[in-house]
């Protein structure tokens, strides 16, 4: 009897250890995510409204006015590409519809910042286009007009070009899994294919369009490689100036709890968006959408709409960055370069790992223990998609910075020991920062692939005397591999091309590619910026060719 029941003892010991650990684990995940919000919070309540009165009579006007204009254009232009490419290249046929279905989601690839870049060598005063048309029409430098590239309407093109592939695959999934009963009744009825898809296909597939537009925007106000380098004022660098070159972290503070307010109101939006296009599912039973097969001018101008987005968000920045890159006194196999590229790999590889591990804590808890409490703390890591990296980043510096020097204070007090900052300027801060930033994307990996792990695993380890852990690690993760490693790579990229939070947090002397890119591009040396712009396009093609496969066997 003693032999029998002292495994049974011990099997219970580690099984109640196991969810007390995995409850520690996810709650302190979930901490971690909350502090910035609540540092930033209390950071702009404790200064008094002297600061925001003084904004609000000088710059927070044009912030407000500038963050929703960009805003607004980015919102009808993600919607206009978006929805119409993705209506296309589903419910038509014409000569490359296959090449362009994948095609499109390329310029996902690219940071908005590094467009910026590009566009500005070719069309701005110097640039080729500018330069040519004065040799040609002998025109002076005053004798003729062109569209500013560096001016608000600049930045929302950029950001367009960049953003526009979350409303397409968002909305390609839909017409997919539209019924084609509808679209067919109202071509029986005389409506032109154009008017049929403005009047079903589009209202059909709305919840995912808005959702997909909902993203694009959360995107563009957390922007700030672009904004500040076109000089547009918005929220984003209104934080940024505040906290370097003010030396005002409460104002800092403010503007990013005005920011961060605006966001998390977005990210409500597009929950509840979410939640609606739930009910738009069962239409996959239906018959299959049927297609418009395209002729004459009506093919040639759905070749030419399709065409220009990728031309102009992917394959011309490749073409202009490579120009420049060519004629810059950037070595990418110097000693210099090759720091640049290990701190930036060396930050992409541990916040990618560490991201991931929470966002499989938080997902395995709350298939464990689907109580208020789980759901609670999955909600809480959500919410870093929503919120801007300068936002978390001022989140996370107020309390580290404060705890710093209280403790460096009292050991002085009682010690004499000076312990500088411990956790500011660190390494590890920046990489809580990108953790709580990219946990949602794990966390949307993550719990895609976990759907295919059904309950009677669960149950058939518990039988076999499996704990939580036992069963996740021989279990679930085994199963799990190929959604695991994507949701690594989309973390360890989306790092890569992170901009403001590493501006903000980066310990000295720790400079990224993406931190030279700007600093060389803020000095106006835009052939130089294009060198480790072209290495983090490079990288980031990674995971898009992995969107652009998945969206193939999609097509099929």
């Given at each position: 009897m003693t032999d029998q029941t002292a495994p049974v003892s011990m099997t219970n010991t580690a099984r109640a250890r196991g969810p007390r650990l995995l409850w520690g684990a996810a709650l302190g995940v979930a901490v971690i995510c909350a502090l910035p919000m609540l540092a930033v919070a209390l950071a702009a309540f404790s200064g008094g409204s002297d600061t925001v009165a003084h904004l609000w009579q000088t710059q927070l006007p044009r912030y407000i006015g500038n963050t929703v204009a960009l805003v607004v254009l980015v919102a009808i232009g993600t919607f206009a590409i978006g929805a119409g490419a993705a209506w296309l290249v589903t419910m038509t046929r014409f000569p490359g519809v296959r090449v362009f279905e994948i095609a499109l989601v390329l310029p996902l690839a690219f940071p908005a910042y590094v467009l910026a870049y590009a566009y500005t060598d070719l069309l701005d005063h110097p640039g080729l286009v500018q330069t040519t048309l004065r040799a040609v029409m002998g025109w002076g430098p005053r004798d003729y007009w062109f569209p500013e590239i560096r001016s608000l309407g600049g930045a929302a093109l950029m950001l367009?070009?960049?953003?526009?592939?979350?409303?397409?695959?968002?909305?390609?999934?839909?017409?997919?899994q539209q019924s084609g009963s509808a679209f067919t009744a109202a071509r029986a009825l005389g409506k032109s294919p154009l008017r049929a898809f403005w009047s079903v296909s589009l209202p059909m597939a709305r919840p995912a369009v808005a959702a997909g537009?909902?993203?694009?925007?959360m995107e563009?106000?957390?922007?700030?490689?672009?904004?500040?380098?076109?000089?547009?004022?918005?929220?984003?660098?209104?934080?940024?100036?505040?906290?370097?070159?003010?030396?005002?972290?409460?104002?800092a503070a403010q503007l990013a709890l005005g920011l961060l307010a605006f966001a998390l109101l977005l990210a409500v939006l597009e929950r509840q968006q979410r939640g609606r296009a739930q009910y738009f599912e069962g239409s996959r039973g239906g018959r299959a959408p049927s297609v418009v097969f395209l002729r004459g001018w009506h093919s040639a101008f759905a070749v030419v709409l399709c065409s220009l987005p990728v031309l102009l968000g992917a394959v011309l920045p490749v073409v202009l960055l490579f120009n420049m890159g060519l004629g810059?006194?950037?070595?990418l196999l110097s000693t210099r370069y090759m720091r640049f590229i290990q701190n930036s790999l060396t930050l992409a590889g541990v916040a990618a790992i560490v991201t991931l591990t929470a966002a499989v804590t938080l997902g395995y808890l709350r298939r464990v223990s689907d109580g208020r409490i789980a759901r609670g703390a999955v909600y809480v890591g959500r919410l870093g998609y929503a919120v801007p990296g300068g936002v978390i980043a001022v989140g996370l510096l107020v309390p580290f910075a404060a705890f710093d020097n209280a403790l460096d204070a009292w050991m002085r007090a009682t010690f004499d020991i000076s312990t500088g900052l411990l956790f500011t300027g660190s390494i590890w801060l920046l990489v809580f920062a990108y953790?709580?930033?990219?946990?949602?994307?794990?966390?949307?990996a993550y719990e895609g692939g976990q759907a295919s792990v059904h309950a009677n695993m669960d149950a058939a380890s518990r039988s076999l005397g499996q704990?939580?852990?036992?069963?996740?690690?021989?279990?679930?993760?085994?199963?799990?591999?190929?959604?695991?490693?994507?949701?690594?790579?989309?973390?360890?990229?989306?790092?890569?091309?992170?901009?403001?939070?590493?501006?903000?947090?980066?310990?000295?002397?720790?400079?990224?590619?993406?931190?030279?890119?700007?600093r060389l591009a803020s000095d106006e040396r835009l052939d130089g910026a294009a060198v480790p712009s072209l290495v983090i396009v490079a990288m980031g093609l990674l995971p898009v060719i992995l969107i652009c496969r998945q969206v193939g066997r999609g097509a099929r």
């Amino acid at each position: 009897m003693t032999d029998q029941t002292a495994p049974v003892s011990m099997t219970n010991t580690a099984r109640a250890r196991g969810p007390r650990l995995l409850w520690g684990a996810a709650l302190g995940v979930a901490v971690i995510c909350a502090l910035p919000m609540l540092a930033v919070a209390l950071a702009a309540f404790s200064g008094g409204s002297d600061t925001v009165a003084h904004l609000w009579q000088t710059q927070l006007p044009r912030y407000i006015g500038n963050t929703v204009a960009l805003v607004v254009l980015v919102a009808i232009g993600t919607f206009a590409i978006g929805a119409g490419a993705a209506w296309l290249v589903t419910m038509t046929r014409f000569p490359g519809v296959r090449v362009f279905e994948i095609a499109l989601v390329l310029p996902l690839a690219f940071p908005a910042y590094v467009l910026a870049y590009a566009y500005t060598d070719l069309l701005d005063h110097p640039g080729l286009v500018q330069t040519t048309l004065r040799a040609v029409m002998g025109w002076g430098p005053r004798d003729y007009w062109f569209p500013e590239i560096r001016s608000l309407g600049g930045a929302a093109l950029m950001l367009v070009l960049v953003l526009y592939p979350y409303v397409y695959l968002l909305a390609r999934a839909a017409f997919i899994q539209q019924s084609g009963s509808a679209f067919t009744a109202a071509r029986a009825l005389g409506k032109s294919p154009l008017r049929a898809f403005w009047s079903v296909s589009l209202p059909m597939a709305r919840p995912a369009v808005a959702a997909g537009v909902l993203l694009a925007v959360m995107e563009t106000i957390a922007d700030f490689g672009t904004v500040a380098y076109f000089s547009v004022q918005t929220f984003s660098t209104g934080i940024y100036t505040s906290w370097f070159s003010m030396g005002d972290r409460v104002a800092a503070a403010q503007l990013a709890l005005g920011l961060l307010a605006f966001a998390l109101l977005l990210a409500v939006l597009e929950r509840q968006q979410r939640g609606r296009a739930q009910y738009f599912e069962g239409s996959r039973g239906g018959r299959a959408p049927s297609v418009v097969f395209l002729r004459g001018w009506h093919s040639a101008f759905a070749v030419v709409l399709c065409s220009l987005p990728v031309l102009l968000g992917a394959v011309l920045p490749v073409v202009l960055l490579f120009n420049m890159g060519l004629g810059s006194e950037q070595n990418l196999l110097s000693t210099r370069y090759m720091r640049f590229i290990q701190n930036s790999l060396t930050l992409a590889g541990v916040a990618a790992i560490v991201t991931l591990t929470a966002a499989v804590t938080l997902g395995y808890l709350r298939r464990v223990s689907d109580g208020r409490i789980a759901r609670g703390a999955v909600y809480v890591g959500r919410l870093g998609y929503a919120v801007p990296g300068g936002v978390i980043a001022v989140g996370l510096l107020v309390p580290f910075a404060a705890f710093d020097n209280a403790l460096d204070a009292w050991m002085r007090a009682t010690f004499d020991i000076s312990t500088g900052l411990l956790f500011t300027g660190s390494i590890w801060l920046l990489v809580f920062a990108y953790m709580v930033r990219f946990l949602a994307a794990a966390l949307g990996a993550y719990e895609g692939g976990q759907a295919s792990v059904h309950a009677n695993m669960d149950a058939a380890s518990r039988s076999l005397g499996q704990g939580p852990f036992g069963t996740l690690w021989r279990v679930h993760l085994p199963i799990l591999t190929p959604s695991l490693l994507t949701a690594l790579l989309i973390v360890f990229v989306d790092v890569l091309k992170e901009l403001p939070a590493t501006l903000i947090m980066r310990p000295f002397n720790f400079d990224t590619l993406a931190v030279q890119a700007y600093r060389l591009a803020s000095d106006e040396r835009l052939d130089g910026a294009a060198v480790p712009s072209l290495v983090i396009v490079a990288m980031g093609l990674l995971p898009v060719i992995l969107i652009c496969r998945q969206v193939g066997r999609g097509a099929r």
